[in-house]
């Protein structure tokens, strides 16, 4: 039988602007009530970024993060998953930050240092909500986000094995793929490894389906059943590549940190309404939706009731 279909949703990231979506989660309580509502429309992962109530700039303070973490768990049986990308600029301490404080399931992980480019989205506005948005945008022309290898074994060692926490491993090139599987090989990280693929960030792979597909022969190569993949685009892409990501056997990822929009034109006005298409689409593949609690299995995690929040 086919492997049931992970639904993950992140539900604000740090690269959307607020002038981008009137519906992006700002404050903790539009955050909680976002991750709520996309796990009670079948997510059984929630990623997790926090901002600046007032400015919506991304922010990893710990303090905000412990607003919406509790009354999240509180309320769903989802698997929490905090960020260690944070935002674009960030120190290594301050992107860690959440993380050591909440002691989380599951923490994002960028496998590579890379440019990060999101300066064209700077020129499709004329007017802005907040004067960081435009300049926070355009620096990215002149941005390495770095990933280096003695940063990755950092987080593994200092959070994964610290923390029994483990990770989503956001891949956005080939070359990430080859940093799992040399970690893997030093002992740093055990298996399941969740592979995220993530494609159409401009400095990463392109949108392409010919490039999920042989991404995922790579990826199955290198780690065969010690993998669970999943996979997604940004923008306009989305649900077009995540229905082929399911076609080929893997889970999938939806949110308005990937796409603020539910189809060619329409801006998405929750997270949950993502979630509920492709969970449509899911199941009319006839495929199943995993439970939060099938995907703690698949993926071995500590469980909830052994994280600090």
């Known amino acids: ?7 993950t949703c992140a539900v604000t990231g740090g690269l959307h ?42 922010k990893q303070d710990p303090d905000l993060f412990l607003q919406f973490l509790p009354r999240i768990k509180q309320a769903t ?3 929490l998953n905090i960020t260690t990308g944070g935002g674009l600029g960030m120190t290594l301490e301050e992107r860690l930050r959440p993380a050591h404080r909440a002691k989380p399931e599951v923490c994002s992980l960028n496998m590579g240092t890379m440019n990060f480019c999101a ?23 002149d941005l390495i986000y770095a990933n280096t290898y003695a ?23 080939l070359s990430h793929l080859e940093a799992v599987r ?14 995220q693929g993530i494609f159409g960030v401009m400095g990463g792979m392109g ?4 490039n999920l597909i042989h991404f995922h022969g790579v990826a199955q190569r290198l780690f065969g059943s010690d993998m ?24 999938v990822r939806v949110g308005l940190e990937d796409s603020v929009y539910i189809g060619r034109g329409e801006l998405a006005t929750s997270n949950a309404q993502q979630v509920q298409k492709i969970r449509r689409i899911v199941e009319e593949l006839g495929l199943e939706v995993a439970s939060p609690d099938e995907a703690r299995a698949r993926l071995s995690l500590k469980g909830g009731d052994r994280v600090d929040f």
Do not use: N
């Not at 499709?124 to 945008?137: A, R």
């Not at 959070?159 to 090139?173: I, K, S, Y």
């Not at 669970?228 to 229905?243: C, I, K, N, P, Y």
């Open 1 to 7: 039988m086919p492997k049931k279909v992970i639904i």
């Open 17 to 58: 602007t607020p002038t981008m979506s009137p519906y992006l989660p700002i404050t903790p309580d539009e955050i909680a009530e976002a991750a709520i509502g996309a796990a009670k429309a079948g997510a059984a992962i929630i990623h997790l970024h926090a901002r600046d109530p007032e400015s919506g700039r991304p």
């Open 77 to 79: 049986g989802a698997v």
């Open 119 to 141: 300066f064209e989205l700077a020129g499709k506005y004329d007017s802005w909500k907040h004067d960081w948005e435009k300049p926070y945008l355009e620096s990215t022309r």
């Open 151 to 173: 940063m990755l074994e950092t987080i593994m060692v200092e959070v994964g094995q610290a923390h029994g926490t483990r990770f989503e491993f956001e891949c956005f090139d």
């Open 182 to 195: 040399y970690f893997a090989a030093k002992g740093l990280i055990k298996p399941p490894f969740l592979i």
């Open 207 to 210: 949108a392409t389906i010919e």
């Open 228 to 251: 669970e993949f999943s996979a997604f685009a940004v923008g306009r892409r989305q649900m077009h590549f995540l229905t082929v990501a399911a076609i080929l056997g893997g889970s």
